[in-house]
């Protein structure tokens, strides 16, 4: 062990990708601030959001990989009951049953997941020889698959294929053979038509259609997309100004302070703000990266590389649902959109990734 | 060797995951980049679209109309004013199933089956989200039945509105007109900009011919607004400009005396100031309320007022053409003298026909024992035919067609109304243009005012006006002043010459104007039944216009004679003769006799004019 560790080394914190954290943390409060009309205790009550979201954060990075691998399969399981729990119980909250009252606090099962999916296909690759063989990379797929089904009939088809593509970044990083890659896709592509014609519902088959003509139903599917391409694209180079989004102050932007808020951020702050945003985004997505190198065990490795992707994934559906190239997904814009538990998630995930970081193995020779 | 129990392999497991996961980063910057790609295109080229429609969004441009200028006759008598109304306005868009919204109406306020029939012609021509009148003139308890159930009644809306009224009803119709919904063939015509808000055009007589003095500028208000459409703040506010009050030289007592005078008859009284031109009586009857036509007109009133036989719709004093008979003569005996045929001395033996060289025909007078030996003043005082029928061969009818027309026969006045008849003379043109040859008949009965001549009462009434006037054609105007309501400045109309009759033939005009005063004031004068107790000098002519052709040897029998196939009388005069105020020409259809029907009716006209009492 070295001999002398800074404060934040002996809390295992990571400089850089804390910085950027931070750096997100301060604009989402000044968008959401702007976003909800000035509003304070909007602001305030996501201001405690990120507090808590840092709480777990620190937490998370007080966890040693080894132990959090040893938890990982009571982790996943437990997450699996709690799904079908709250698909047989679940409150109803906007037509979908996704929360399970707690009593003292709801908690969305979906969420979880998000973080037990990787944990426990890369738990399970750590205790196999890889690269993955197509027996391993089944068994995995059924790890995948059977939560990610469980949400997709909440219904919360936006979350589902988010656990199933974070499980699936694990599996490719594990070195699943490119033909089996290949298979997987094909199997996709052949059951597109099948999915659409029977497991989509009619919104989510219209949100598909929109993204090709957004102007065919302007006042219904289409504008969401309507109205978010309007204040990205009015916007400018420089923006508007802060608090100067009038999509937003004058209620043409739906969702302005959670899945939409990247347009109004993009319409104050116009290209060079995105630039900016962009380098935070891309920087700590590359922070994820590099911590999954130094990794030198399976199950850290995989985890890390996994939970980096799927941060810039979240990163890369939001923003191109809001500027139209993507169909409106459920998806929230990381650690900036208003919204609770996916905030907590992401920073038990940036946790784990800085105890990963912190209790690496020295590289070998 | 290869071992039969796998091993972890950790150098081959780190290469694959190294290289797994540089096709991660490669990926990672191929995705950002097709992003910020999108975003350049979004904010950078497609810039100014989403700017546009982001202000689109952001502001709401409210027109607001401006009021309409007054209509007002020289006294400052209001002939067309605005007046709050409340109206029952539906919007289909918003109204769900409307037959039984309007099942539910009709039980709280009576809706007729022409406001239905009226409110469903427009629905189906407008667009669905323009609120469209079912009823006016709700009374205050009324509007209270709609307002408690409005909330109910989604589209339903109760307005005030401005709407045009006109106080005096149809005093004046036919030079008024009436303004009426904006209809899709005016949508064509017009700069719709300048009729945002604007609901109704002038679509007939002054409210027609002025819509751009009495329409005035529409303002915008321009406002922030959400949404939901909830006004937030104004942006800017420009003020609409109220439409210019605009006086006429109508003069709404004579107006109403030469309406009332030929009420249950058919015909036209055109009265001019012969100095100015200024049209002081522009009436035509029978007429019509214009006030049904401001909303629209519902089919069986309307079509009652196209099927009336005495057809109310058409305008007598602009449109009707008829023949001008006698009242033609003192013009010809004015060319007979200027242009040398006749003078003032030139004799003619009456003996109560005419017949051309060579020719059995007789054409007779209307005196079927003659006037005898008879010069010019006598032919136009006792209006002897067969002397005009003499100086007719004479000149020829290329010289009458010109000699008449300095006078504005045949053709437009140029008064300011849209769609003026004007009337017929035969010009060679006309004479190519007609298939059959000129005939020398035609030219004898041209004499007296008969064949293939016609006027319109405003042509005969600027006619007279120019002889009173002394040769000097001035433009006859409706339009007397445009005020600005604001600052009540007051912008009067110059008087216009329009033509003069030539210096050759004005020496020969006081035997002709003093003929037409013995025409009245004369023992023998066909009008002295109008003259002989009257405190000023009256000029005049009557005349009398065939609507039928008698035959050769047939004799007009006004028993046998359906009543609208009698003749139509005439009268043209002015007064007071040495100092011309007034000039009017009068015809009524079927009346007969001019110096019988139509005189007396000038003579109130005067009366009124000039001493303010009609007898």
């Known amino acids: 062990m070295p001999t002398s560790l800074t404060t934040l080394q002996r809390w295992n914190l990571d400089k850089p990708l804390g910085t950027a954290l931070l750096m997100l943390a301060i604009i989402s409060l000044g968008v959401i601030f702007s976003a909800s009309g000035q509003d304070v205790s909007i602001t305030v009550a996501q201001l405690v959001r990120l507090g808590i979201g840092f709480a777990v954060l620190f937490l998370a990075a007080q966890i040693h990989p080894d132990t959090l691998a040893r938890w990982t399969p009571y982790i996943y399981l437990g997450g699996l009951v709690l799904l079908v729990i709250v698909l047989l119980t679940g409150v109803i909250g906007k037509g979908a049953q996704r929360w399970l009252n707690l009593g003292l606090f ?87 038509p099948l999915v659409w014609s029977y497991f989509l519902h009619d919104y989510q088959r219209n949100r598909i259609l929109t993204l090709f003509d957004p102007t065919a139903d302007p006042l219904g599917t289409g504008y969401h997309t309507i109205q978010s391409m309007i204040a990205v694209g009015s916007g400018g180079i420089f923006g508007k100004g802060w608090l100067e989004s009038s999509q937003a102050r004058l209620d043409f932007l739906p969702e302005s302070s959670t899945d939409f808020i990247f347009a109004v951020f993009a319409e104050e702050f116009g290209l060079f703000g995105i630039i900016i945003l962009f380098s935070i985004f891309i920087f700590a997505t590359g922070r994820g990266i590099i911590i999954a190198t130094y990794a030198q065990e399976t199950y850290t490795r995989l985890l890390a590389g996994s939970l980096a992707l799927t941060f810039f994934l979240y990163f890369f559906v939001n923003i191109g649902m809001v500027t139209g190239i993507l169909p409106v997904v459920g998806v929230p814009l990381p650690i900036i959109s208003y919204g609770g538990s996916s905030v907590v998630t992401l920073m038990a995930g940036f946790g784990m990734l800085m105890s990963i970081h912190a209790n690496r193995k020295i590289a070998q020779p | 060797m290869k071992l039969d129990i796998p091993i972890k392999d950790s150098f081959r497991e780190s290469r694959v995951f190294s290289s797994r996961l540089t096709i991660t980063v490669i990926g990672i910057a191929i995705l950002s980049l097709l992003l910020l790609a999108r975003l350049v295109y979004l904010q950078i080229v497609s810039y100014g679209h989403y700017e546009t429609l982001s202000q689109k969004n952001r502001i709401n441009s409210l027109p607001l109309p401006p009021v309409r200028g007054l209509i007002l006759d020289r006294n400052g008598v209001v002939l067309a004013q605005n007046f709050p109304v409340y109206t029952l306005e539906i919007t289909p868009e918003l109204a769900g199933d409307m037959e039984s919204l309007i099942t539910d109406i009709s039980r709280l306020i009576e809706i007729s089956a022409g406001d239905l029939e009226r409110f469903n012609k427009q629905r189906k021509k407008r667009p669905k989200f323009e609120p469209q009148v079912l009823r006016t003139h709700l009374s205050d308890a009324e509007a209270a039945r709609i307002a408690v159930k409005r909330p109910f009644m989604p589209g339903v809306e109760l ?457």
Request: overall charge positive; charged content about 20%.
């Open chain 2, 159 to 615: 307005q005030v509105r401005l709407q045009r009224h006109y106080p005096l009803g149809t005093l004046g119709i036919h030079t008024l007109g009436y303004v009426g919904r904006i209809s899709e063939d005016d949508q064509r015509t017009i700069d719709t900009s300048r009729y945002r808000g604007t609901q109704y055009i002038g679509k007939l007589g002054i409210e027609k011919s002025y819509e751009s003095i009495l329409l005035g500028r529409v303002g915008i208000e321009r406002n922030e607004v959400n949404a939901y459409g909830r006004k937030l703040r104004e942006v800017s506010r420009i003020a609409p400009v109220a439409g210019k009050n605009l006086y006429l030289n109508i003069d709404t007592r004579l107006q109403a005396l030469a309406e009332n005078a030929l009420a249950e008859k058919r015909g036209a009284v055109v009265a001019i100031e012969p100095s100015t031109g200024a049209v002081l009586t522009f009436a035509s009857v029978p007429t019509y309320d214009p006030n049904q036509f401001v909303n629209g007109i519902d089919q069986a009133s309307y079509k009652s007022l196209l099927d009336n036989i005495d057809k109310p719709l058409i305008n007598r004093a602009l449109n009707g053409q008829y023949a001008p008979g006698s009242t033609i003569k003192p013009f010809l005996g004015l060319a007979g003298l200027a242009l040398g045929k006749i003078t003032t001395t030139t004799e003619v033996n009456c003996k109560g026909w005419y017949s051309l060289p060579g020719s059995r025909h007789r054409f007779r007078d209307w005196k079927k024992t003659g006037h005898g030996i008879t010069n010019l003043k006598k032919a136009i005082t006792e209006s002897c035919d067969v002397y005009f029928y003499t100086l007719a061969t004479k000149l020829g009818i290329e010289l009458m067609t010109q000699a008449l027309a300095p006078f504005g026969f045949g053709r437009k006045t140029g008064i300011d109304l849209a769609l003026e008849s004007k009337g017929l003379l035969p010009t060679q043109e006309w004479k190519d243009a007609r298939k059959e040859p000129w005939y020398a008949g035609e030219t004898v009965i041209f004499g007296i005012g008969q064949g293939p001549i016609l006027v319109t009462p405003l042509q005969l009434a600027t006619a007279t006006a120019m002889i009173a006037n002394n040769g000097v054609r001035m433009q006859p105007i409706l339009r007397f002043a445009s005020e600005n309501p604001v600052t009540h400045k007051i912008n009067r109309f110059t008087p216009k010459v329009r033509n003069r009759l030539p210096d050759f033939v004005l020496p020969y005009l006081p035997a002709i104007q003093e003929a037409m005063v013995n025409v009245v004031h004369g023992k023998k004068g066909t009008g002295r039944r109008i003259g002989w107790n009257a405190k000023y000098k009256i000029a005049g002519k009557t005349g009398t216009s065939q609507v039928k052709g008698i035959k050769q040897n047939e004799v007009y029998n006004r028993d046998l004679t359906p009543e609208r196939f009698r003749d139509h009388a005439l009268f043209i005069a002015y007064a007071p003769a040495d100092d011309p105020k007034i000039a009017v020409a009068v015809i009524v259809e079927n009346g007969e006799h001019g110096s019988s029907a139509a005189a007396p009716i000038a003579r109130k006209l005067m009366d009124e004019y000039l001493l303010g009492n009609a007898s």
């Open chain 1, 106 to 192: 709801s908690i969305q099962p979906s969420e979880i997941m998000k973080l037990a999916v990787p944990m426990m296909v890369a738990w399970y690759f750590s205790q196999q020889h890889l690269p993955a063989t197509s027996k391993q990379a089944i068994i995995a797929a059924g790890i995948i698959l059977l939560p990610a089904a469980l949400v997709a009939v909440q219904p919360d088809l936006g979350t589902a294929l988010m656990i199933a593509s974070s499980g699936a970044f694990v599996l490719f990083l594990a070195g699943m053979g490119w033909t089996l890659i290949a298979g997987i896709l094909i199997l996709i592509a052949a059951s597109a």
